[in-house]
Every structure is written in C-alpha cells, then in structure tokens.
Nanobody, 118 residues
C-alpha cells in the first residue's frame, strides 16, 4: 500500500522557519509530480507548491513566492518544503500529494499541522 508520510510541522513564531518533509513508500517516486497543499480552518484546500518528476520545474502560489522553496531527492523518495518568513496566515494543515500524469492518479499524505503564532 502506498504511503506518504509528512513530518516537520509544529509551532513557530512569525518570521520563523520550518522544513516539511514527505517520504513516500511503495510507489515509483521518480515518475510522480509532487506537491504541497494546505488547508486552513474554514477554508478550501489550496496548492502551495509543486515540483515535476525530475525536479527541474517548480511553481508556487503567489502568497508564498519568495518565502517557500520546494525540492525533492528522488534517491530518498522524499520531497521537502522549506518555509521561511512564516506569517500567521500560513497556519494550516499541510498535505503532501503525489500525482502521476500517465496513471492519472494521486495519493495524499495524512497532513502535518503548521501553526504560526507568537
């Protein structure tokens, strides 16, 4: 059974940093486009950042451009989200997503809570 396991969430003060990790198992990681989504209370889930299968192309939501960086290590089956200059508005549950264009199928992690508060 495919698993995506996120880690690295927590409580941080405004202006601080966190690095989220998502490690996959039982899938051919290198063919999947990997993304981070987030969902704040009372809001819809939104795309934060994504990276293509070989890591050559990334895209970001306007709200996180210049502050967040997505990267991946295919040898470790892991995708990262480096989050800097965090703001209270970044508070949400962050979810890892793996999408295969050829299979037209996506997997989701269980989510990790990020809380930005003083």
């Amino acid at each position: 059974q495919v698993q995506l396991v996120e880690s690295g969430g927590g409580l941080v003060q405004p202006g601080g940093s966190l690095r989220l990790s998502c490690t996959a198992s039982r899938l051919t990681f290198s063919i999947y486009r990997m993304s981070w989504y987030r969902q704040a209370p009372g809001k819809e889930r939104e795309l934060v950042a994504s990276i293509n299968s070989d890591g050559a192309s990334t895209n970001y939501a306007d709200s996180v451009k210049g502050r967040f960086t997505i990267s991946r290590d295919n040898a470790k089956y892991t995708v990262y989200l480096q989050m800097n200059s965090l703001e209270p508005e970044d508070t949400a549950v962050y979810y890892c997503n793996a999408f295969s264009i050829s299979l037209n199928y996506a997997y989701w992690g269980q989510g990790t809570q990020v809380t930005v508060s003083s």
